[in-house]
T-cell receptor, first 114, second 118 residues
Framework: AQSVTQLDSHVSVSEGTPVLLRCNYS??????LFWYVQHPNKGLQLLLK??????LVKGINGFEAEFKKSETSFHLTKPSAHMSDAAEYFC????????????FGQGTELSVKP | NAGVTQTPKFRILKIGQSMTLQCTQD?????MYWYRQDPGMGLKLIYY???????DKGEVPNGYNVSRSTTEDFPLRLELAAPSQTSVYFC?????????????????FGAGTRLSVL
């Protein structure tokens, strides 16, 4: 069985400071891991994905995530937050062995203060 | 560049009414999905389809029906609306190739349908 736990339901940072959104996963198979972002009243947009090619994955808008198998983690980071980064972020796990179905975490709401 | 299009964007239903949420994609994706998102929660899979004529249940299928007669369209039907079905519904599509496992199954989402059942 697969599952995803996002360790913080809400994170607040000041503009220009680093962002860290934490995600732990559980998977019986070699997982694919994703981060999606959802801006208010919008659909979900893919930020980045990990599919075992490289443990450090770079995404759009300056975000990156590092896959750490020993810690079963896939934390999302950004060196410097921008006001436009304020949104809901979802960590997602998938496995081809499971028909590619996505399992979503509960989401982390990121607030960015001026 | 339409991608995944959902209609309507908003709808209010009375208990017991029925409706169909429409979803169409123009990317020739074989996989399509319906999710619901409740406040403060992640998305939960209602139904999915791996190709025209093939559908299967997800985590929360009760109270819903789907069909997939074409590659492009994947409508979601609510037969007897209940307050518990008040939610935001997202349709998504992806291309999955059993041969090339990697770099597949990126799901592209529609903008959502906000449904209230009163």
């Amino acid at each position: 069985a697969q599952s995803v736990t996002q360790l913080d339901s809400h994170v607040s940072v000041s503009e220009g400071t680093p962002v860290l959104l934490r995600c732990n996963y559980s998977s019986s198979y070699s997982p694919s891991l994703f981060w999606y972002v959802q801006h208010p009243n919008k659909g979900l947009q893919l930020l980045l994905k990990y599919t075992s090619a490289a443990t450090l994955v770079k995404g759009i808008n300056g975000f990156e995530a590092e896959f750490k198998k020993s810690e079963t983690s896939f934390h999302l980071t950004k060196p410097s937050a921008h006001m436009s980064d304020a949104a809901e972020y979802f960590c997602v796990v998938s496995s081809f062995n499971q028909g590619g179905k996505l399992i979503f975490g509960q989401g982390t709401e990121l607030s960015v203060k001026p | 560049n339409a991608g995944v299009t959902q209609t309507p964007k908003f709808r209010i239903l009375k208990i017991g009414q029925s409706m169909t949420l429409q979803c169409t994609q123009d990317m020739n994706h074989n996989y399509m999905y319906w999710y619901r998102q409740d406040p403060g929660m992640g998305l939960k899979l209602i139904y999915y389809s791996v190709g025209a004529g093939i559908t299967d249940k997800g985590e929360v299928p009760n109270g819903y029906n789907v069909s997939r007669s074409t590659t492009e369209d994947f409508p979601l039907r609510l037969e007897l609306a209940a307050p518990s079905q008040t939610s935001v519904y997202f349709c998504a599509s992806s291309y999955s190739n059993p041969v090339t496992v990697f770099d597949e199954n990126i799901q592209y989402f529609g903008a959502g349908t906000r449904l209230s059942v009163l």
